[in-house]
């Protein structure tokens, strides 16, 4: 079983929908990542948490530590959210080391 | 964005050849990493840097060597490509002070025949 798995792998949506990616993982944590990554292939880091909710435009990440689930929900989508979602967790609390899931590749239909 | 630059952004190379990727940073972070992204696995970790002459394996360090003679550069080798090592590589960085937030350069794309 894989440390950190990503639900679903592939998700095509119509624009406007709310969309959820999720992430389970398997390792002890301090933080998570979301990163998207660009049909040109750039990797940007979206968010980093360690608790609760964030929030940056139309995207917001949840996470719970207990349960070892993080959520990815984009609100009105867009074309342009085309992409893939890559969820990661340091392996070792507090370690560089990160361990990344497979990601959700996601396509909004106009 | 995180000034990181990656070179040669593609490659084409016989197996067997030794084959040196270059990581270059100009945001003076401690931190560097080289992963390699393939279909099915995601990404997975080969060295890691955390200073001047400071590397440390990841989970696929095998066939592959790192150098870090300075801050801003992170040289990954492969000593004798293999056709297993075609990937795309990704380079990181990561700052002390904001230790586990990487940023990505924007990768190579390796094929080994």
């Known amino acids: 079983k894989n440390e950190v798995e990503q639900s679903p792998q592939n998700l095509t949506a119509q624009e406007g929908e709310f969309i959820t990616i999720n992430c389970s993982y398997s390792?002890?944590?301090?933080?998570l990542h979301w990163l998207q990554q660009h049909p040109g292939g750039g990797i940007v880091s979206l968010f980093m948490?360690?608790?609760g909710k964030k929030k940056h435009g139309r995207l917001i990440a949840t996470i719970n530590i207990q349960e070892k689930h993080s959520s990815l929900h984009i609100t009105a989508s867009h074309p342009r959210d085309s992409a893939v979602y890559i969820c990661?967790?340091?392996?070792?609390?507090?370690?560089?080391?990160?361990?990344f899931g497979q990601g959700t590749r996601l396509t909004i239909n106009p | 964005d995180a000034g990181i630059t990656q070179s040669p952004r593609h490659k084409v190379t016989e197996t067997g050849t030794p084959v040196t990727l270059r990581c270059h940073q100009t945001?003076?972070?401690?931190?560097m990493y080289w992963y390699r992204q393939d279909p099915g696995h995601g990404l997975r970790l080969i060295h890691y840097?955390?200073?001047?002459?400071?590397?440390d394996k990841g989970e696929v360090s095998d066939g592959y060597s790192v150098s870090r003679s300075k801050t801003e550069d992170f040289l990954l080798t492969l000593e004798s490509a293999t056709s297993s090592q075609t990937s795309v590589y990704f380079c990181?960085?990561?700052?002390?002070?904001?230790?586990?937030?990487?940023?990505f350069g924007p990768g190579t794309r390796l094929l080994v025949l």
């Open positions: 990661a967790v340091p392996r070792i609390q507090g370690a560089q080391k990160l361990v």
């Open positions: 390792v002890g944590i301090s933080a």
């Open positions: 948490l360690s608790s």
């Open positions: 945001e003076n972070h401690r931190y």
């Open positions: 840097s955390y200073g001047v002459k400071d590397t």
């Open positions: 990181a960085i990561g700052s002390e002070r904001d230790q586990e937030t990487q940023y």
